[in-house]
């Protein structure tokens, strides 16, 4: 692979990682410095993913094209999501929830846009792999993936609407009425619900992929043991020790889930760019 796209294939495959690291270690900055830093990435990513293989889009066949939009929504969301970098952590209280009300509202509203290019993306490349002879593992995917995207949204609007309400409306001493605790173990369940059914069904397409040959063994098993481990995290109770507790909370904020995805995304777009 000419150097220009292996610089562009790993600038892509690193850049969900190091923007989890950052989203969970940097506080917040002002919007006038993460904003333009935000759109020179936008550019990069653009630059990158064109050199990895969108520019063979008008040259391949039916197929090759479907499947490279499919791959395109689905990295697409990193995309959205790099913005989230500056914004550091939601806050951790109600008044600093509600002091932040604008940020957090544009955090989620972005995450409920990713959860439906995700959708799409899928959806796209369900089609294609059916096409391609492959219908068991593609459709197990995708019916997970209809249970969990509507809870996902739901989620997210949660976050982005129902908590911000209600944080603004408790005042500066932080009380809570009596229905907010049950409300909110209600929605911790939903999380734990979608999330472990978006890695599940994340390994499901990667098993499909390997099947028609669109990603290799390797690749595919180390998909199913993220997944499955990303899966079992998910669900387990809060009343687990440590290291396991802070491993089942980062597995479930909500972009982690997405970046499996988006690399199938651009192994797909290398896969488009190596065909002859």
Same mark, same amino acid.
Not at 95 to 114: D, T
């Given at each position: 692979?000419?150097?220009?796209?292996?610089?562009?294939?790993?600038?892509?495959?690193?850049?969900?990682?190091?923007?989890?690291?950052?989203?969970?270690?940097?506080?917040?900055?002002?919007?006038?410095?993460?904003?333009?830093?935000?759109?020179?990435?936008?550019?990069?990513?653009?630059? /990158?993913? *064109?050199? @990895?293989?969108?520019?063979? &889009? !008008?040259? #391949?066949?039916?197929?090759?094209? +479907?499947? $490279?939009? %499919? =791959?395109?929504?689905?990295? /697409?969301? *990193?995309? @959205?999501?790099?913005?989230? &970098? !500056?914004? #550091?952590?939601?806050?951790?209280? +109600?008044? $600093?929830? %509600? =002091?932040?009300?604008?940020?957090?509202?544009?955090?989620?509203?972005?995450?409920?846009?990713?959860?439906?290019?995700?959708?799409?993306?899928?959806?796209?490349?369900?089609?294609?792999?059916?096409?391609?002879?492959?219908?068991?593992?593609?459709?197990?995917?995708?019916?997970?993936?209809?249970?969990?995207?509507?809870?996902?949204?739901?989620?997210?609007?949660?976050?982005?609407?129902?908590?911000?309400?209600?944080?603004?409306?408790?005042?500066?001493?932080?009380?809570?009425?009596?229905?907010?605790?049950?409300?909110?173990?209600?929605?911790?369940?939903?999380?734990?619900?979608?999330?472990?059914?978006?890695?599940?069904?994340?390994?499901?397409?990667?098993?499909?992929?390997?099947?028609?040959?669109?990603?290799?063994?390797?690749?595919?098993?180390?998909?199913?043991?993220?997944?499955?481990?990303?899966?079992?995290?998910?669900?387990?109770?809060?009343?687990?020790?440590?290291?396991?507790?802070?491993?089942?909370?980062?597995?479930?904020?909500?972009?982690?889930?997405?970046?499996?995805?988006?690399?199938?995304?651009?192994?797909?777009?290398?896969?488009?760019?190596?065909?002859?």
């Amino acid at each position: 692979m000419p150097v220009s796209r292996s610089l562009s294939y790993y600038y892509l495959v690193l850049l969900p990682f190091v923007g989890a690291l950052l989203g969970f270690t940097v506080a917040p900055v002002r919007s006038t410095v993460y904003v333009p830093l935000w759109g020179l990435n936008v550019l990069l990513m653009a630059g /990158a993913a *064109w050199s @990895l293989g969108v520019h063979r &889009f !008008g040259r #391949g066949t039916d197929l090759q094209r +479907a499947t $490279g939009v %499919a =791959a395109v929504l689905l990295a /697409a969301p *990193w995309l @959205l999501l790099s913005l989230l &970098f !500056g914004m #550091g952590p939601p806050p951790s209280t +109600a008044a $600093g929830y %509600a =002091a932040a009300a604008v940020e957090q509202q544009l955090r989620y509203a972005l995450l409920i846009v990713s959860g439906l290019l995700l959708l799409g993306g899928f959806a796209l490349l369900r089609e294609q792999l059916k096409a391609s002879k492959e219908n068991l593992y593609s459709l197990l995917g995708q019916t997970m993936l209809s249970v969990a995207l509507p809870l996902f949204i739901l989620n997210m609007l949660y976050w982005h609407s129902y908590l911000v309400e209600a944080f603004q409306g408790f005042g500066p001493t932080d009380s809570r009425p009596a229905w907010y605790g049950p409300l909110r173990s209600l929605f911790r369940a939903i999380s734990a619900v979608e999330v472990a059914l978006l890695y599940l069904a994340t390994v499901a397409f990667a098993i499909s992929l390997r099947v028609v040959g669109w990603l290799s063994p390797a690749s595919s098993w180390l998909y199913g043991f993220f997944g499955l481990l990303g899966t079992v995290l998910a669900v387990l109770p809060a009343s687990m020790p440590e290291p396991i507790v802070t491993a089942s909370f980062v597995v479930s904020v909500p972009a982690i889930p997405l970046i499996m995805p988006y690399l199938i995304g651009i192994q797909l777009l290398r896969h488009l760019g190596n065909d002859k």
